[in-house]
Structure formats: structure tokens, C-alpha cells
């Protein structure tokens, strides 16, 4: 089973910044981070493939950049000009196979993102 350590988040003030980071054990292949903010289901931020194929939500294209290192099987995520909106817990995830050939999803245990006015 895929495990994956989250790190980086915490308070910042609007238009700051903050840098997020997880790094999974084992094979894996797509990574990207979710969101989930009180009261709100939880969101796609943003995803990349083994290849590097980059995909966002709108409401964070031009702020958030993901990007991973594969040596590392770590994915990273900036994000620049916070705004309060992007309060929530952040929550990393990978994509691997089981032995049976199913495909699986493991998630982080989330880091919580604060952003005040």
C-alpha cells in the first residue's frame, strides 16, 4: 500500500505564499492535490501525470503551479497570491496498481492551509 507524508502547510497572510510537498513510497503514476474547505465538498487543485501533464482548477490557474520529482516521488504545489477562499485542509493523492492490475488511489492525511484578510 502507496503511503504519502504531507508537508508545508500553515498561516499566511493574503497574497503570500506557501509551498506544499508530499512524497509517496512505492510505484505510482499520477499525483495531485484535492481541497476541502469547511462546509464544502472536497475539490480538484490540481494534477499531474507520470509524464508531467499538468492539469487546474480555474479558480487557481495563474497562481498554483504543481510539479513533481520523479526520483523523489515527490509532487509539489506553490502557491502564490493566496487568497482567504483557498483556506482548507489540503489533501495530496496517488494513483498506483494493485497485484490484481486494479488501479488504486492513496491519500495524504492533509495539511491545513490558512490564509487570512
Known amino acids: 500500500q502507496v503511503q504519502l507524508v504531507e508537508s508545508g502547510g500553515g498561516l499566511v497572510q493574503a497574497g503570500g505564499s506557501l509551498r506544499l510537498s508530499c512524497t509517496a513510497s512505492?510505484?505510482?503514476?499520477?499525483m495531485g492535490w484535492y481541497r476541502q474547505a469547511p462546509g464544502k465538498q472536497r475539490e480538484l487543485v490540481a494534477g499531474i501525470t507520470n509524464g508531467g501533464t499538468t492539469n487546474y482548477a480555474d479558480s487557481v490557474t495563474g497562481r498554483f503551479t504543481i510539479s513533481r520529482d520523479n526520483a523523489k516521488n515527490t509532487v509539489y504545489l506553490q502557491m502564490n497570491s493566496l487568497k482567504p477562499e483557498d483556506t482548507a485542509i489540503y489533501h495530496c493523492?496517488?494513483?498506483?496498481?494493485?497485484?490484481?492490475?486494479?488501479?488504486?488511489?492513496?491519500w495524504g492525511q492533509g495539511t491545513q492551509v490558512t490564509v487570512s484578510s
Open positions: 512505492g510505484s505510482i503514476y499520477n
Open positions: 493523492h496517488a494513483d498506483s496498481q494493485e497485484e490484481s492490475g486494479l488501479p488504486v488511489r492513496s
